[in-house]
């Protein structure tokens, strides 16, 4: 059940209990048992601080002022990753109530695009140096599994967006394949690049397939594809096996569930494996040891910033951006976006020396 806007609107008034009214919403679009019980725990944290440091009583009533101090209350009892996690909960009930219209306007949009400055997501991550992540993709020789890992390092994107991409999302010209496919039409200008989708949700049927992962961009992405993704990419689309759907996913499994699309969970494993085998990954570590397909996306982050020096390009890269900004790049996608990406991205896949 997804719910009208103008219903919503004309409703907001009677709606005693806002989180409450979020978290049925979110249990209609598929949201698991567990992760609604987080958003109420953080969300209910909030409603108990700002009413009783504010004598704010209704989490409408907040401003950017309540949003920003309970951030800083957080502070000193909890690790500088999970504060961003309670504040990028605090930031979806807000969007999500915005705009189905029962909320005005979102404070936690402005604290979120402050808050790269003040909190360091991932402080105590594992530092991973390049030459390192090339010598960890050196040891993956399934070509399926090479690819998944090294999309993810090159292009910044999340497991759920990695699993939703069909080919009509790849524009990559393949004479040495035997292999045809009508590209998206918002890639017809853009050769060698990926379309990473706003709109796929869990639960969606988008492209005639219905979706068990969502994607989580404020707007559609295109990111280029240099020569070292195109050579693994190619790699894989020659053993491919053909599609169970009629979406043509681009990343198949070749196991279990031969022919159809990977789950997040399968990318999980595949990463957790090698992670494992390469001494990066222990049962209980925790995300300041463990390398996960999310700290790829970390590493990606890192090292394209400091190599570019261009944190713009890299937000839209990573879809963290939307409206006027994600424009400036979106209309100087081939003249900037491309350029510097090819310019500056590292490459962790390179041919063994014969």
């Keep these: 059940m997804a719910t009208d806007p103008e219903s919503a609107a004309g409703a907001s008034d009677g709606v005693d209990d806002p989180i409450a009214y979020f978290l049925d919403d979110q249990r209609y679009h598929g949201k698991s048992e567990q992760t609604l019980e987080a958003y109420e725990r953080i969300l209910r944290r909030f409603e108990a601080f700002i009413d009783e440091r504010f004598g704010v009583d209704a989490v409408a009533g907040a401003q950017r002022r309540e949003c920003m101090a309970w951030i800083h209350s957080l502070r000193g009892e909890f690790e500088p990753s999970t504060i961003a996690t309670y504040a990028s909960y605090l930031n979806r009930f807000y969007d999500y109530m915005t705009r189905v219209g029962a909320f005005d306007d979102n404070p936690m949009g402005l604290v979120m695009e402050e808050l790269p400055e003040s909190i360091d997501t991932n402080p105590t991550r594992r530092d991973i140096s390049v030459p390192e992540m090339r010598s960890f993709v050196g040891g993956i020789a399934h070509p399926l599994e090479r690819a998944v890992v090294v999309t993810l390092l090159k292009t910044g994107m999340r497991v759920g967006e990695l699993c939703n991409l069909d080919l009509r999302d790849l524009h990559l010209e393949t004479p040495e394949l035997d292999l045809e496919w009508t590209t998206r039409v918002g890639l017809e200008r853009r050769p060698s690049s990926l379309f990473v989708a706003a709109e796929p949700a869990r639960g969606t049927t988008v492209n005639g397939e219905e979706r068990t992962a969502s994607n989580k961009r404020k707007r559609e992405t295109v990111v280029p594809v240099d ?5 693994v990419l190619l790699e894989w689309l020659a053993i491919r096996p053909d599609a169970v759907s ?25 990463v957790e494996k090698h992670a494992r085998d390469h001494g990066w990954y222990r049962t209980g570590g925790g995300t300041q ?21 261009d944190r713009g390009i890299v937000q839209y890269l990573r879809g963290d951006v939307a409206g006027d900004v994600i424009d400036t790049y979106t209309h100087n996608w081939g003249d900037r976006v491309r350029e510097t990406y090819l310019e500056h991205i590292y490459t962790v896949a390179r041919r063994p020396v014969q």
Excluded: K, M, Q
């Excluded at 499994?253 to 494993?269: I, M």
């Excluded at 040891?289 to 570019?308: A, G, I, K, S």
């Design 227 to 231: 020569g070292e993704l195109r050579r």
């Design 246 to 270: 009629s979406a043509r996913p681009l990343f198949l499994d070749t196991g279990e569930s031969w022919g159809r699309r990977l789950e997040p969970s399968d990318v999980r494993y595949i």
């Design 289 to 309: 040891e463990n390398v996960t397909p999310h700290y790829f996306r970390h590493f990606f982050t890192t090292h394209l910033r400091d190599r570019t020096g």
